[in-house]
């Protein structure tokens, strides 16, 4: 007879599961028959011990079926999709997604919470007054075929043993394990019924993944196991030893998204992960016949504002208004208090701790310390200056947004420790590092 207990002493002594107790784990999951002790106890497992690839899949397998498994008979058109292994100040998935829709690409994207020190794209939609997450699959499926995209949160019929499973790694520190995090991603994303899928991988001091080695794993695994599974995926592994774009922070992070697609703002490195990621997903999809024309397509579609256009209407479509692109915040809460915070001496800014910059967002509230944690959308931060920027003594390198004033000192001094200052204008920082085919 199996029981919890056996199932996690087995992987405790670093031994391999076998398909039946991964599918028992994954039913207990779904069932409650794995309370969450026991379920971060087998997390934490893992996490020391690893998987090998045939439990991965297993793993990865039995999550994806643990609830409905979506087709697209009725589209007559690539299903291609991205995902981010998440960083601070990640919100690449609205730009590309409206790109790729306005490209001729369907994309059904299936989106997580905060995890860790990572924002999560579904808490940034609901930054959005009115806006609604989760759908039903049937009004999911109607958004797609009519707009091209449609993001949603996790609904409690897609991979609802990953959902259960994604909430208890957020807080036993158990979010960096490959294998777990090969299975969670690929098992909301094969649910979805994509053709095609690429990875954004990232990698540095604000990632998951801190090493290039780790990222290479990583990324290769997913690669690996998706391909295997039938769908067409690449991995490219991208920077995150900075906050991509100028904000981090839920409803902050959507009025940069909105000024990127009106054409108003667009952070160099932001728009070079943007065009590398959507440059795949078009070619894989045959949208394209190679790199240069599907990067042809992706400027031609920005200069025409059609993304934005297809942005504008999937908010409305879901709930929200339909004038967030000329008026983002009338639909969003601004916050309370806002505090500059400046640089404490003349130089180059040479590096900063993104992972630090990512708590103090949670710290403020703008993300989530336990499982269903509520968010305050309005708080973190916006006018942040890149790394290599010449700054003298008093100059602004960043604004706080927070509820307190008390709340803004502490993150205001927070983000100055976490962002060094010297003489020696420092070497500039690749944005793409490596690309897995």
């Not at 009106?262 to 932001?270: A, C, K």
């Not at 709340?407 to 962002?419: F, G, L, N, R, T």
């Amino acid at each position: 007879m199996l029981l919890p207990q056996e199932i996690i002493r087995v992987k405790r002594n670093g031994n391999r599961l076998n398909k039946e107790e991964i599918q028992y784990f994954v039913d207990g999951l779904v069932s409650g028959k794995f309370s969450d002790s026991q379920a971060g106890a087998m997390a934490m497992a893992i996490f020391h011990h690893g998987l090998g690839v045939d439990e991965t899949v297993n793993l990865t397998s039995a999550m994806m079926h643990s609830g409905d498994v979506l087709s697209w008979e009725e589209i007559d058109g690539p299903i291609v999709d991205k995902h981010s292994t998440g960083g601070v100040g990640d919100k690449v998935s609205f730009m590309l997604a409206a790109i790729v829709a306005a490209c001729g690409g369907y994309v059904p994207m299936i989106s997580g919470r905060g995890l860790g020190h990572t924002g999560g794209t579904a808490d940034k939609l609901e930054s959005i007054k009115g806006f609604n997450v989760k759908p039903d699959i049937p009004e999911f499926k109607r958004i797609v075929k009519k707009l091209g995209v449609s993001i949603i949160s996790q609904t409690d019929n897609l991979a609802p043993a990953d959902k259960r499973l994604y909430g208890i790694r957020d807080v036993t520190a158990t979010v960096e394990s490959i294998p777990l995090i090969t299975a969670s991603i690929l098992s909301k994303k094969l649910s979805a019924g994509l053709d095609t899928l690429v990875m954004d991988v990232k990698v540095g001091n604000g990632a998951m993944m801190n090493d290039l080695d780790s990222a290479e794993k990583l990324a290769t695994n997913i690669v690996n196991v998706a391909n295997g599974a039938g769908v067409k995926t690449e991995a490219i592994i991208t920077d995150m030893n900075q906050v991509l774009g100028s904000t981090a922070g839920n409803a902050l992070e959507i009025c940069e998204t909105v000024k990127y697609l009106n054409g108003t703002l667009r952070e160099p490195r932001l728009h070079q992960v943007v065009v590398s990621l959507a440059i795949p997903m078009l070619t894989h999809s045959n949208l394209a016949i190679d790199e240069n024309e599907a990067k042809d397509k992706i400027e031609t579609s920005l200069s025409s504002g059609k993304p934005a256009e297809v942005f504008s209407m999937m908010i409305a479509e879901m709930g929200g208004p339909s004038d967030l692109l000329e008026n983002p915040w009338n639909s969003m809460e601004r916050a309370q208090v806002m505090s500059d915070v400046v640089a404490t001496e003349h130089g180059y800014i040479t590096g900063m701790n993104t992972r630090d910059i990512g708590m103090s967002v949670v710290a403020l509230g703008g993300g989530r310390l336990a499982p269903g944690e509520a968010v305050d959308h309005s708080v973190g931060f916006d006018r942040i200056l890149p790394v290599g920027t010449l700054v003298n003594r008093g100059d602004v390198i960043a604004r706080v947004h927070a509820r307190t004033q008390d709340a803004a000192d502490i993150a205001s001094k927070q983000y100055a420790e976490a962002v060094n200052i010297g003489e020696k204008e420092p070497e500039e920082l690749p944005v793409i590092y490596q690309t897995i085919k």
